[in-house]
């Protein structure tokens, strides 16, 4: 018994200091840039920008080949964070940002053909084929990949339902502005 824990003790110990030493000779530099603008973005990782993820989003967002504004679910306030990151001004009294909204799947014309499933970036939809399928509200990130690839329109964009759990107190206004009461 007692060698059987001092050998797997032994056998960590080697293990933990082969992975550090990897960790180190092996690592890969960041541009400290690119990591600060990966860190302002949501991070749902929808693809409604046209990119993979928001590290490829990040990424174009860094070499100017992508505008700030290519981030749906970031919104104003995204926009305003990569402006004073970046150093430019942007006029975001323009930019509308849309209700939130979820996924939804009509029952009565569901056919269960699983497309949806295969695009949706974060597994919210569940189902099984020639079965009817389901949203998980929680998972869903409102990306509408799934839309266009449902072949009987069953899939719907609705917004998100207020519940108890979803429900925030709005700001109280101020001269006409939103603040915070002092």
Not at 127 to 139: C, F, M, T, W
Request: aromatic share 4%; proline share 8%; net charge neutral.
């Amino acid at each position: 018994m007692i060698v059987a824990i001092v050998s797997l003790t032994l056998l960590g110990l080697a293990l933990g200091f082969a992975l550090g030493f990897a960790a180190k000779r092996f690592a890969v530099a960041q541009d400290a840039g690119l990591a600060a603008i990966e860190a302002l973005m949501p991070g749902t990782n929808c693809g409604q920008c046209g990119y993979a993820g928001c590290a490829g989003a990040a990424a174009a967002i860094a070499r100017a080949e992508a505008p700030p504004t290519i981030c749906p679910p970031g919104g104003k306030a995204l926009v305003e964070a990569l402006a004073k990151r970046l150093g430019f001004s942007v006029d975001v009294a323009s930019l509308t940002e849309p209700d939130p909204k979820i996924a939804s799947v009509d029952e009565e014309i569901c056919i269960g053909c699983c497309r949806c499933l295969k695009v949706c970036p974060t597994d919210a939809i569940i189902g099984a084929p020639k079965q009817i399928h389901n949203v998980l509200r929680e998972a869903c990130t409102g990306c509408a990949q799934c839309l266009d690839r449902c072949p009987t329109e069953a899939i719907k964009m609705t917004p998100i339902p207020l519940t108890l759990q979803h429900w925030v107190w709005p700001k109280p206004v101020l001269n006409g502005t939103l603040g915070v009461m002092s």
